[in-house]
C-alpha cells in the first residue's frame, strides 16, 4: 500500500509565486524526509532532506515543514521560476529498511512565466 | 564515472524474452537500490542491496525478477519472460552508507513489445 501519500497530483503558478506540496505519511518509524526534483528523460535528484528532529529547513528559495504530530511535512518553492517546471517527490524511509525510499506519487509542477 | 551509470538506456524487447539491466553505482558507495517507474507514475521500490546481500527482496513483483550484485559494485536486474506490463523505466541508486543521500542513475527504458 501507498505509504506516503502526495498533493495535489498537478499544480500551476505563475513566475513569482509560492508552490507548495503536501505530503502524509502514516509509519511513525521513518525517519527521513527528502524531497526529489525529477525532469524529463532524468533520473530524480534530491533536492533537500529533512529529520524528524527539526520542525523545518530552508536551502535558498526550497523550504520543508515537518510536522511530527500530524504526519504531514510539506515542500514550499518561493519565487518559483519557470525552471522549476518538473515533478517533485516527497519520500520517507527509515533505518530497518536500509533507507530504502517510499515514494509519493509524485506533483507535476508548471511555472507559467 | 562521476555518478550512477545504467545500461541500456533503452532497451525493445519481444514479449517473452529475458532481459538484463545493468547498474554500475558510485564508487565506494555500499548501498544500491533498484526502482520501477510506469509511465507517468511514482517511483515503485525493488530491492536493495547492502554490499552483495539484499535484506529485503519484497518489492520485486513477481518470481520472474531477479537481482544480484558482485562484492560492493555492479549490479544486474533480471527480468525473465517479459510481459507487457514490464514496460517501465527500470531506476538505480546507490548510497555511500545508510542514511545518507541516495543519488539516481538516469534509468533503462524498457519496452516490450
Known amino acids: 500500500q501507498q505509504q506516503v501519500k502526495q498533493s495535489p497530483q498537478s499544480l500551476i503558478v505563475q513566475k513569482g509565486g509560492i508552490s507548495i506540496i503536501n505530503c502524509a505519511y502514516e509509519n511513525t518509524a521513518f525517519d527521513y524526509f527528502p524531497w526529489y526534483q525529477q525532469f524529463p528523460g532524468k533520473g530524480p535528484a534530491l533536492l533537500i532532506a529533512?529529520?524528524?528532529?527539526?520542525s523545518e529547513k530552508k536551502e535558498g528559495r526550497f523550504t520543508i515543514s515537518f510536522n511530527k504530530s500530524a504526519k504531514q511535512f510539506s515542500l514550499h518553492i518561493m519565487d518559483s521560476q519557470p525552471g522549476d517546471s518538473a515533478t517533485y517527490f516527497c519520500a520517507a524511509s527509515m533505518q530497518s529498511s536500509g533507507y530504502a525510499l517510499n515514494f509519493g506519487k509524485g506533483t507535476s509542477l508548471l511555472v507559467t512565466p | 564515472g562521476a555518478g550512477v551509470s545504467q545500461s541500456p538506456s533503452n532497451k525493445v524487447t519481444e514479449k517473452g524474452k529475458d532481459v538484463e539491466l545493468r547498474c554500475d553505482p558510485i564508487s565506494g558507495h555500499t548501498a544500491l537500490y533498484w526502482y520501477r517507474q510506469r509511465l507517468g507514475q511514482g517511483l515503485e521500490f525493488l530491492i536493495y542491496?547492502?554490499?552483495?546481500?539484499?535484506?529485503?527482496k519484497s518489492g520485486l513483483p513477481s518470481d520472474r525478477f531477479s537481482a544480484e550484485r558482485t562484492g560492493e559494485s555492479v549490479s544486474t536486474l533480471t527480468i525473465q519472460r517479459t510481459q507487457q506490463e514490464d514496460s517501465a523505466v527500470y531506476l538505480c541508486?546507490?548510497?555511500?552508507?545508510?542514511?545518507?543521500?541516495?543519488?539516481f542513475g538516469e534509468g533503462s527504458w524498457l519496452t516490450v513489445v
Open positions: 529533512i529529520r524528524p528532529d527539526v
Open positions: 542491496f547492502q554490499g552483495n546481500s539484499a535484506p529485503d
Open positions: 541508486a546507490s548510497s555511500p552508507t545508510y542514511g545518507n543521500t541516495i543519488y
